[in-house]
């Protein structure tokens, strides 16, 4: 597969724009989608965040096992980093989400008390397109504050939402200049966090189907009636297709659409739980 890369000329601006508004900000959430939370870890954010409290938000939970969703959590601790496994629409889990953010602020906000200033925490949500950065701040409102959509870098400018006891900032999607890990990149794509115009799709499948056979084989053979796990990628993608009836005329594959639909799959959860990493 071709190498992935993918850092429009927006990013650049959001990534200005981001820098500039850091004295503003008290923390930062950084939004990690739980099936690939070390592909989601965007250097140059961590980098631009290092002297502000932060906390890591293994987003989407719900699509990875309990045991994987603890273990990610585990490993970010075991790196000093607080992390915590957030279902967006899980009323108890966004509440968790709230007093971790409050527990990194605490010395902080009590030294505003000291000075007798009553201020809003005041946190940055950051992260890479598509980790749901938006659905959950529309979680911690209560109400529909932030554009959301399914599509990478919908959120294009920053924008300040009020909750009474805190102030977000949300901003848009950014990835980092390069890739120099490409299995990571792969995993950002699998994920629709890179603009899938830019990718070859029907590659981007096969070899989504290809890792799915040595990390989940039992998903093939469950979802895609594949018994023969050990077969080519090709051959695997040629089994989905007649499995869900994608022919052309002429009892050719449609691969095209195939490609489209085992994306769609991952991506919408109906494979089940699945962590990438």
Known sequence: MKTIQWFPGHMTKAMRMMEENLRLVDCAALVLDARAAFACVNPSLGKMLAAKPAVYV???CDLVERADADRLVSRFAAEGKTAVAVNAFDKRSV???KEKIFAALSEKMERYRAKG????ARVMVAGIPNTGKSTLINALAGEKKAVTGDKAGVTRGKQ???LGDMELLDTPGTMPPSFENQTYAKHLAYLGSVNDDILDFEELAMEFLAELAQSKPAVLTEKYGIEDVSAEPLALFNAVCRRRGFLLRGGEYDYERCAKAVMDDFR???LGRIALE
Do not use: P
């Open 268 to 270: 919408k959860g109906r």
């Open 160 to 162: 300040w939402i009020k």
């Open 95 to 97: 509440a968790r989400l």
């Open 117 to 120: 200033m009553q201020k809003s």
């Open 58 to 60: 293994l987003n989407k």
